[in-house]
């Protein structure tokens, strides 16, 4: 089973939270991949679509986690 976690992160919080559950589940013997996306434009207060500056193929994986910041 190939499992994607795509992860958007401000300080690097969610990405270490990302990390370590690709670990655990690579240390169950799943085949795992991290990628993270960022916008073009990571001020809060901007109008307008967000605008990513890459998006990953999400149909490379069985299964998604998402994480991102609140």
Known sequence: MKIGIIV????????SVA????SELVEK???????RVSAEN??????GPLQLQSAPDAKEFEVLLFGAPV
């Open 8 to 15: 958007h992160s401000h300080t690097g919080n969610t990405l």
């Open 19 to 22: 990390e370590r559950i690709r």
């Open 29 to 35: 013997g799943y085949d795992v991949e991290l990628k």
């Open 42 to 47: 990571e001020d809060p207060k901007a109008k």
